[in-house]
């Protein structure tokens, strides 16, 4: 069984960063990907950034390609996203999320088994 804990949102001006953690306990299957999705009041679930592991391959949506990175830490259970230039629209809550295995679809969220409880983000203008 794998818990998630996501940690390190919360209000920020625009241009501004935040760096949102990942902490992952208990065991699962490998390979897969661990992935960040958001969601804002009234808004469908959205893919942000997901990483294959144990491969490295990275994923990005196109809204926060060039603003939003993986950075790899090391601690093996721990996943960052490191979110830079920030815009109101990226106000939403965050959360990490684990595949049970390699997934076919790692941008779909119906391809995640685990989830966090989400953190949120505010972006003022």
């Known amino acids: 069984q794998v818990q998630l804990v996501e940690s390190g949102g919360g209000l920020v001006h625009a241009g501004g960063s935040l760096r949102l953690t990942c902490t992952q306990s208990g065991h699962g299957y490998t390979p897969y990907s661990m992935g960040w999705f958001r969601q804002a009041p009234g808004k469908d679930r959205e893919f942000v950034a997901a990483?294959?592991?144990?491969?490295?391959?990275?994923h990005y949506a196109e809204s926060v390609e060039g603003r939003f990175t993986l950075p790899r830490g090391n601690a093996k259970n721990t996943q960052y996203l490191q979110m830079n230039n920030l815009e109101p629209s990226d106000t939403a809550a965050y959360y990490c999320?684990?595949?049970?295995?390699?997934?076919?679809?790692?941008?779909?969220?119906?391809?995640?088994?685990?989830w966090g409880q989400g953190t949120q983000v505010t972006v003022s203008s």
């Open positions: 990483i294959d592991l144990p491969s490295g391959r990275t």
């Open positions: 999320a684990r595949t049970a295995g390699m997934p076919n679809r790692p941008t779909d969220w119906r391809d995640y088994f685990y």
